[in-house]
């Protein structure tokens, strides 16, 4: 069983501060949803493995970018990482076959888990990110660069 899900910490950041007025959220730029809105608390498990980032405040747009990107590698058979933009920590995902061994730098644990059911649990928290944030920022839905998580 694989768990990714994240708590909101804030209605969004606009660059590191909070605005509940802020920018059109439906012209943002890719860089700047990634980067500096929607600051979350991750939460990822895989059965008893807990590999959730210890600390708070991940923008859970360049999450799900920087997952989206490592699953494009292991279809590939390759060996990737997911980076943070407020840290140097790291999640290593190394490809067995149909399975993927996954290890991180903050915890001394590690697991194994199937390919598609990764995905499967990447598509849940995209899902889960954008049906959400939709809701609570209209302008947010209209915005053109999210398309690109739905590839």
């Not at 860089?31 to 807990?50: H, K, Q």
């Amino acid at each position: 069983m694989i768990k990714i899900e994240y708590r909101q910490t804030g209605p969004y950041v606009d660059r590191g501060q909070e605005n509940r007025e802020g920018v059109d959220l439906a012209v943002v730029s890719r860089a700047d949803l990634r980067w500096y809105y929607f600051l979350s608390d991750l939460t990822f498990t895989i059965g008893e493995a807990e590999l959730s980032p210890p600390w708070s405040w991940t923008p859970v747009f360049d999450f799900l970018w920087s997952m989206k990107g490592a699953l494009e590698h292991l279809e590939r058979g390759e060996r990737t990482t997911i980076g943070f933009t407020e840290n140097a920590e790291l999640i290593s995902l190394l490809p067995e076959g149909e399975e993927v061994r996954v290890s991180c730098t903050y915890a001394a644990t590690e697991a194994v888990c199937g390919r598609v059911d990764l995905k499967d649990a990447w598509l849940a928290l995209r899902q889960a990110v954008l049906t959400q944030l939709s809701v609570e920022y209209p302008r947010l839905a209209a915005n053109p660069v999210l398309a690109e998580l739905r590839l």
